[in-house]
């Protein structure tokens, strides 16, 4: 059965770092394209950064510059290193398997506040 599990979440200060993984399982991870998306109150869920299987790599404007998506395919998993915090990169963070078919982690909080 293919799972998501998403880590590294909390509360940080504005300017402050957080490194979110995305452990998978249940499906050959190296050969995926693997996103994180976010859902802030209020607001609809948003495209945050991809990595494809070939390493390729594409960031929502929002977050460019900020944020890094990797993946460690020996640990079966994808991570996202996000500097510089904003308050309003306050969300809960999901992973999602992009490759067909899709899969959904279950979230993790990220809260930037002083």
């Known amino acids: 059965q293919v799972q998501l599990v998403e880590s590294g979440g909390g509360t940080v200060q504005p300017g402050g770092s957080l490194r979110l993984s995305c452990v998978a399982s249940g499906f050959t991870f190296s050969s995926a394209s693997m996103s994180w998306y976010r859902q802030a109150p209020g607001k609809e869920r948003e495209f945050v950064a991809i990595i494809t299987s070939a390493r390729d790599t594409t960031y929502a404007d929002s977050v460019k510059g900020r944020f890094t998506i990797s993946r460690d395919n020996a640990k079966n998993t994808m991570y996202l290193q996000m500097n510089s915090l904003k308050p309003e990169d306050t969300a809960v963070y999901r992973c999602?398997?992009?490759?067909?078919?899709?899969?959904w982690g279950q979230g993790t909080q990220v809260t930037v506040s002083s």
């Open positions: 999602k398997r992009s490759s067909f078919p899709n899969y």
